[in-house]
């Protein structure tokens, strides 16, 4: 094969590595602790890149390159419920489709907030939060959680013992033993010492009023933007992450640390953006139309719920070549993500 073809195809492989469709998830269903207990056995949850806090070995990771944060979905059916737990880094939720209710406290008693597609939340650390699909169809959310390797979560002290009545011990470590197939725990193994009191009262209690401060809606970022677009027909709007003055863009509305940025991107139908190259690594959410990433040798479609990488450093542009407007939710890494490099 003549070089060039041979290098255009290895790098066409790449980019195809990188991009995960929706309808190409592979869900786990039994990922966590709580995965029998009724009202939450028919959730689905998805590693697109990184493995997550998922409990189950088994789990599929679509994607895994180290970005410096996690991607992750939830799928679940109306009145579908995930239990109540806390995580040590950052975990933020865009609401792709259905209605969803997200609830404080380590017993649901603290408050709680209903978001519906396109709204953002991000939940501070070390606070007990759990969600439910309270919409007539099946919901689907994107998740992004802080740092490569986001640890093990916190659950509820009710949450262990639900799991023990239908056969579930979760490990020290985070594994799962499932007794209902014969399974027990190792020789020199220990189960998790199920949260206590004291452990509850040590964490951070929000109210709904509070909670408030942690989301930003869809009808906000369709509003209009500060920014000078280096692309006409395109609109960022800042939702998490430090302002960027080389930008011309403001501070998102949650602008405490989180290891990456996220802002909504809202492209015209016709527009076409400069081509440009990033110094960190940048993930595109579709959440609604489709869009199409350029790159000198050759182009990704995306649809509604698809997700893609960018290679670091590779020039690329955008283009909504629909009739319709494309949104996507881009995350970048770090807390100050260096403004594009524009390329000819």
């Known amino acids: 094969m003549d070089p060039t073809a041979q290098s255009a195809n290895q790098l066409s492989k790449m980019l195809a590595d990188r991009l995960v469709r929706y309808e190409d998830l592979r869900p786990c269903t ?3 602790i709580d995965a029998r207990t009724p009202g939450c056995e028919e959730k689905e949850n ?9 409990e189950n070995p088994d789990q599929h990771v679509h994607i895994d390159i180290p970005h410096g944060f996690n991607i992750g979905g939830a799928r679940q059916l109306p009145n579908c419920i995930n239990s109540q737990h806390s995580h040590e880094t950052a975990e933020v939720f865009i609401i792709h489709k259905g209605t969803w209710a997200f609830y404080l406290g380590p017993d649901c008693e603290d408050g709680e907030v209903v978001l519906s597609p396109g709204d953002t939340i991000s939940i501070p650390t070390q ?7 309270v919409g007539d169809d099946v919901g689907y959310m994107f998740a992004i959680l802080g740092g490569d390797n986001p640890g093990q979560v916190t ?14 011990i979760l490990m020290e470590g985070g594994s799962l033993i499932d007794t209902t197939k014969g399974e027990t725990v190792p020789d020199g193994k220990q189960p998790m010492v199920a949260t206590t009191k004291e452990d509850v009262a040590r964490l951070r209690r929000l109210t709904a009023d509070e909670i408030a401060g942690c989301v930003v809606l869809h009808s906000e970022v369709r509003g209009e933007s500060d920014s000078e677009p280096a692309i006409s027909g395109l609109n960022e709007y800042p939702i998490i992450g430090a302002a960027s003055p080389d930008e011309r863009l403001g501070a998102g509305k949650m602008v405490w640390p989180h290891g990456f940025q996220v802002r909504h991107l809202a492209v015209e139908p016709g527009a076409a953006s400069k081509r440009h190259a990033r110094d960190e690594e940048e993930v595109i959410l579709l959440h609604a139309g489709h869009l199409t990433v350029h790159f000198f040798e050759g182009e990704v479609e995306m649809g509604p719920g698809d997700v893609f990488t960018v290679p670091i450093g590779m020039p690329h542009a955008f283009s909504n070549e629909r009739s319709a407007l494309a949104e996507a939710y881009i995350v970048r890494g770090g807390d100050h993500p260096k403004p594009p490099r524009f390329v000819d």
Do not use: H, M, Q
């Open 127 to 133: 606070v007990f939060r759990g969600f439910e699909n």
């Open 30 to 32: 039994t990922a966590f």
């Open 46 to 54: 998805f590693t697109i890149i990184g493995p997550g806090v998922a």
């Open 155 to 168: 659950w509820s002290p009710y949450v262990f013992e639900s799991a023990a009545k239908y056969g579930l």
